[in-house]
């Protein structure tokens, strides 16, 4: 049976007990019991025809128990009652209490980011203002940056002829005025653009016609970096002659130190030179002729046989060797001692001398004159310190200078050298030793035959100044 509650008199208050209620007085509803009632919890209401209360609707707030209407709903703060809904505030308002008041528009030059603002510092300045003593002012720029919009934003940004340094701590850019030989033509916090290479550029630099070619260039084939895709070539210079990137060089027999139009002709009687030639003190005396002193050089003849107390060796009883190559050793002998199976000796890639099991001699002398390269020796059942390996090889041959030919103050000093480089096979019959690089000298005044087993190549100026 259901049981109606006493008018007036809620259950709760009489703390009495009706099992089986479904109807409540208005901003009440049935406890979770179903015998008794309580008041409608804050936000919800109840006009007393349900059993239990309804929510408010969204954007309400209202701390208020036992709400027997939905117009008891008030709207939160935020929110304002339109058309009898509780509705957001719209952008650039606010409403900071709950009630169904109207929402308030902010400041002038204000507004807010989103709706259902509450609060009036939710209000801040329009795209392009800034607040300035709890008002919005037009934004202003530092010097070098203009004000850009961009929807809801704005900032400022580097002005032409400007590029970007960075943000400072108030937030400004910091733009500086672009440098010689960049520009810039927009609005932009972006750095500026190079003309170039080998230019220069004329303030204010807020284009790209502000770019020219620098000193000593000039504008390329294409035309000049004042216009896209052009360019600067440097001017024709040392050794070159031509314009607009066209240069060749200087003909043989000429020089040109500098930048200009023209090369020069190499004074006599140095009258030979390379083409591209850039000093004069290269140029040199011609084809088959000399500009060196007789007592500056000697002529080698011929070369004797190696100096014995310039040998050198290597000994080892591990029943191995190795040694590394080395093109100025001159090898000359291998000597083997002791009992072993096999033996097989090698320099560089070719197998110098072989034995196997019964052919090995105890005592094994191999001649290595006139070999160079790494040298492997390796032995097979050898008794260890009882076998031993000796490698010896020259550092000095004899050098003989041409007859007749005078031996001055400077080549006993000279000799160990030559001798040193007659062992390497770097120095030959026909050969000329020379005092020293210096004694080409930078001015002469005659070019005098090649001498005798010499030979004399032209420019050799440069050649020695190369080395």
């Known amino acids: 049976m259901c049981h109606p509650t006493a008018r007036g008199v809620s259950s709760v208050e009489s703390r009495t007990s009706c099992p089986g209620l479904c109807r409540v007085p208005p901003g009440y509803e049935v406890t979770s019991s ?51 809904l509780c509705t957001a505030c719209e952008l650039g308002s606010y409403k900071a209490e709950a009630g169904n008041g109207a929402c308030v528009a902010c400041s002038p030059f204000e507004t807010t980011l989103q709706t259902a603002r509450a609060d009036a510092a939710d209000c801040v300045c329009l795209p392009g203002y800034e607040r300035v003593h709890s ?28 590029g970007f340094q960075g943000t400072m701590a108030n937030g400004d850019v910091a733009c500086a005025a672009c440098g010689d030989g960049k520009f810039k033509d927009n609005v932009a916090n972006a750095a500026c653009a190079p003309c170039g290479v080998f230019t220069v550029s004329s303030a204010p630099r807020a284009n790209r016609t502000a770019c020219a ?22 001017e024709c210079g040392p050794g ?77 009883a591990l029943g191995s060797l190795v040694l590394p190559a080395n093109a100025s050793r001159s090898l000359w002998r291998l000597s083997i001692s002791g009992a072993h199976s096999s033996l097989t000796v090698t ?5 110098v001398y072989d034995c196997g099991r019964g052919s090995c001699s105890s005592e094994t002398a191999i001649n290595l004159q006139g070999m160079r390269g790494r040298v492997n020796a390796t032995c097979t059942n050898a008794a260890r310190g009882e076998t031993r390996m000796t490698l010896l090889w020259y550092t000095r041959r004899e050098v003989v200078l041409a007859a007749g030919a005078v031996v001055q103050a400077w080549w006993p000093a000279a000799l160990p050298q030559a001798e040193a480089w007659a062992a390497a096979r770097r120095l030959r ?27 004399c190549a032209a420019h050799v100026k440069n050649y020695f100044d190369a080395i």
């Open 34 to 84: 179903g015998a008794n009632i309580k008041p409608c919890p804050a936000n919800h209401y109840n006009d007393g025809s349900a059993k239990a209360c309804t929510p408010c609707p969204a954007g309400t707030l209202t701390y208020e128990t036992g709400l027997t209407h939905v117009a008891s709903c008030a709207c939160r703060a935020g929110y304002h009652r339109l058309s009898g």
């Open 135 to 162: 008002a919005c002012q037009l934004m202003e720029c530092a010097a070098g940056s203009a004000l850009v919009l961009a929807g809801d934003a704005a900032s400022c940004q580097c002005a032409p002829g400007y």
């Open 213 to 234: 070619c620098a000193p000593d260039y000039e504008p390329g084939q294409n035309d000049g970096p004042d216009v896209p895709g052009g360019t600067c070539v440097p």
């Open 240 to 316: 070159t002659h031509g314009r607009h990137g066209g240069c060749t060089l200087c003909p043989s027999g000429h020089f040109k130190p500098a930048r200009g139009p023209e090369c020069s002709k190499c004074p006599s009687p140095r009258v030979a030179a390379s083409s591209g030639n850039t000093q004069e003190a290269r140029c040199s005396c011609p084809h088959d002729t000399i500009d060196v002193a007789q007592e500056d050089m000697a002529v080698v003849e011929g070369l004797g046989g190696f100096i014995a107390d310039s040998a050198e060796s290597l000994s080892t």
């Open 347 to 351: 320099v560089g890639d070719q197998v």
């Open 429 to 455: 019959p026909g050969d000329t030793v020379f005092r020293a690089r210096d004694v080409f000298s930078k001015s002469v005044s005659v070019c005098a035959p090649c001498p005798a087993g010499l030979r």
